[in-house]
């Protein structure tokens, strides 16, 4: 039996730390289901989101915070929202909860597609990376390019000198009867055939950015 505080709770900081990000993230997602509830997102809602990030500083490395993040500070560094970025911004808040709503991770949507198990490491440089799908990260071109600054390389398709192919976690409930669907049936028949290329979700390859 773990080792308990005054109050009952486990003392273990790390557990603690996790429970607690756990329960932020739930909390996260709740926001921003009440937020896109109306259809639409307004500037002071984007404020009170980019203050609870700030406040809540230990889940901002963890995902989805840690996309989520960085594009609400670039939306708001004029201090402004304007209407594309309404846009863009009430999207990426639906994508967040999943649309249906449900919180967007590796785990709640991508059950049904063919990852690699287990969860291989993901490693950069010198490695060819190939991209399908929508990415909470940016477009596809923005995930090229952070390959490609950390010493990557990057395939159009899949052939067997691909190394991992990275699935965005974007609609990807609906992989099977999408046309991104293809690169992934193609590495999946690569792959039992017994050549090495991991299939990941997004989750994964934001990880090995940091």
Partial sequence: M????????????????RD?????????????KGMVA??????????????????????RSAWPCSVLYPRIQSMLEDGKLQDEEERELLGLL???????????????????LPLSRPIPDVSIPSNAF?????FLYGTRKKCEEAVLLRGGKILE???????????????????????FGR???????????????AIVAEEHFIHALK
């Fill in 157 to 179: 398709n899949i052939t067997e000198d691909l190394n991992y192919l990275v699935i965005g976690l974007v609609g990807s409930r609906d992989w099977v009867h999408s046309t």
């Fill in 94 to 112: 639906v994508q967040v909860t999943g649309g249906n709503p449900q919180a967007l991770d590796a785990h709640s949507l991508t059950s049904t």
């Fill in 183 to 197: 690169k992934i049936e193609k590495a999946v028949g690569y792959r039992d055939k017994g050549i090495p290329i």
């Fill in 38 to 59: 109306d259809g639409t997102v307004n500037v002071d809602e984007a404020r009170f989101l980019q203050g609870w990030l700030e406040s809540n500083r230990e889940s």
């Fill in 2 to 17: 773990s080792e308990r505080n005054g109050d009952g709770q486990p003392a273990n900081p790390a557990y603690n730390s």
């Fill in 20 to 32: 607690r990000t756990v329960r932020e993230i739930d909390e996260l997602i709740g926001l921003c």
């Fill in 130 to 134: 190939c991209f399908t799908g929508k």
